[in-house]
């Protein structure tokens, strides 16, 4: 399964594709750091965004080993729309995995084609496990902020530890008495599993964050 790393590295490389900085040889050499723009894998182009995660022969093989055959997929021109197209679907778990498989392999030459397919049909396979795209129907619920009659900025939070392995968080938020949203705080514990820990790490960031409300209590 992706770690938080890996997850952090696929935004990370989205951000940058779609904003067109991603350190390619073309851009280095544009910048006088690389002597060459030519992609050092193939020799045969300049080494763009499209043609190492996608165009490169290496690359798209690997693309085509998980079944991105479609022309189409190889005819984007922009970045941000090929990507965000590829996020759509049945297919957009794959893609998002293949993203960073591809990019894996870049740097690793002594993956083979067949290594790279399983890694990307495994890693699929446990993010859908974890994450199901048809989750149970949930019956719908109807719940009402009621401010209990005080006459004051009320701050609600909550803190929480479900599963296992164990999801470990809290949140707050502050509203005026009308239930008008003023700002709030949520953060994730990746390292607790410990509820007492949770609401003492709420009970902290609640005295962080107290200068500022002040503001508002
Ligand atoms: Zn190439």
Known sequence: ????????????????????????????????????????????????????????????????????????FFAYEDIEVWIKDGMKGPNSTTFVVGLWWVSMSINNEQMSIHRVEANIKNSADNILQAFPLHQAVQMERYIRWNNHNFDCNILNVDGSCLGSPAKVGFGGLIRNNAGYYLTGFSRFLLTSTDILEVELQLFISICQQQKTWDLLL
């Not at 935004?11 to 594709?17: C, H, N, P």
């Not at 350190?23 to 193939?42: D, G, K, Q, V």
Request: proline fraction near 4%.
């Open 1 to 72: 399964m992706f770690s938080r790393r890996e997850h952090v590295w696929c935004d990370l490389q989205q951000w940058l594709a779609c904003n067109n900085v991603v350190p390619t040889l073309t851009l280095l050499h544009h910048r006088n750091i690389a002597p060459s723009p030519i992609c050092a894998r193939c020799g045969l182009q300049d080494e763009t965004f499209f043609h190492c995660m996608r165009d490169c022969r290496f690359s798209k093989d690997i693309w085509q080993h998980i079944r991105f055959n479609n022309s189409c």
